[in-house]
């Protein structure tokens, strides 16, 4: 089992910035991918994005050139850089490992409030 404990999150003005990071309780260097998925009040999980071992990357459309998701093999952590926020993008925000294809490990999320 993965520990994953997110942290960063906060309230912010539209425009405005902040920066989720996710860190694992062991090595994620061969971990196939890792990612940030979030939640809105009565709404399901939806993916925000995604890198793979091999650092390829993927976005939801919303967020494509707002925001960079990176990951940090040798610190065991992977992170979400998020530039000119909309009040749209308010929800609780979840870190995702996966060892294999096959495997998910969720962290309990963080609360990102983007006020208008």
């Known amino acids: 089992q993965v520990q994953l404990v997110e942290s960063g999150g906060g309230l912010v003005q539209a425009g405005g910035s902040l920066r989720l990071s996710c860190a694992a309780s062991?090595?994620?260097?061969?971990?196939?991918?890792m990612g940030w998925y979030r939640q809105a009040p009565g709404k399901e999980r939806d993916l925000v994005a995604t890198i793979t071992r091999g650092g390829v990357t993927d976005y939801t459309e919303s967020v494509k050139g707002r925001f960079t998701i990176s990951r940090d093999n040798a610190k065991n952590t992977v992170d979400l850089q998020m530039n000119s926020l909309k009040p749209e993008d308010t929800a609780v925000y979840y870190c995702?490992?996966?060892?294999?294809?096959?495997?998910?490990?969720w962290g309990t999320g963080t609360q990102v409030t983007v006020s208008s």
């Open positions: 062991g090595s994620i260097f061969s971990f196939v991918a």
């Open positions: 995702n490992a996966q060892r294999t294809w096959f495997d998910n490990n």
